[in-house]
Nanobody, 123 residues
C-alpha cells in the first residue's frame, strides 16, 4: 500500500487548508486511516482518525472543532479539512493506514505511512 499526502502549504492564521491522502496498491476499503503531525523538534502526534466506513471518527483535543476528517472510498482517498488554523498547527502532516477497520490514536498501530506534507501557518 502506498499513501500520497498532498495539499499542504503556507497559510495565515485563521485560514483554511484541505489535505488529501490517496491510497494505491493493495488497498482495502476496510482499512482505518489516520492523520498525524510532527512539529520541528517534537514527537509525531495523533491528529485525527477515521474508520473504514467513515462513520466513526476521532480527533485530538487540540484540533477539535477546527479539523474534520473524511474519506471517499470510491477514490481511495481521505481528507483533513483544517479551519481556523493557528501558528501552533505548523508541522509536517502524515497520513497512515492500518490493517484494521477501527481507527487508533497510536501511531504504532498503523502499518503504512505517507511521505508527509508541510503545513506552515504564519501569524
Amino acid at each position: 500500500v502506498q499513501l500520497q499526502a498532498s495539499g499542504g502549504g503556507l497559510v495565515q492564521a485563521g485560514g483554511s487548508l484541505r489535505l488529501s491522502c490517496a491510497a494505491s496498491g493493495r488497498t482495502s476499503s476496510d482499512s482505518a486511516m489516520g492523520w498525524f503531525r510532527q512539529a520541528p523538534g517534537k514527537e509525531r502526534d495523533f491528529v485525527a482518525g477515521i474508520d473504514w466506513s467513515g462513520y466513526s471518527t476521532g480527533s485530538a483535543d487540540s484540533v477539535k472543532g477546527r479539523f474534520t476528517v473524511s474519506r471517499d472510498n470510491a477514490k481511495n482517498t481521505i481528507y483533513l479539512i483544517m479551519n481556523n488554523l493557528k501558528v501552533e498547527d505548523t508541522a509536517v502532516y502524515y497520513c497512515a493506514a492500518r490493517s484494521r477497520s477501527n481507527w487508533s490514536r497510536y501511531e504504532y498501530q498503523y502499518d503504512y505511512w505517507g511521505q508527509g506534507t508541510q503545513v506552515t501557518v504564519s501569524s
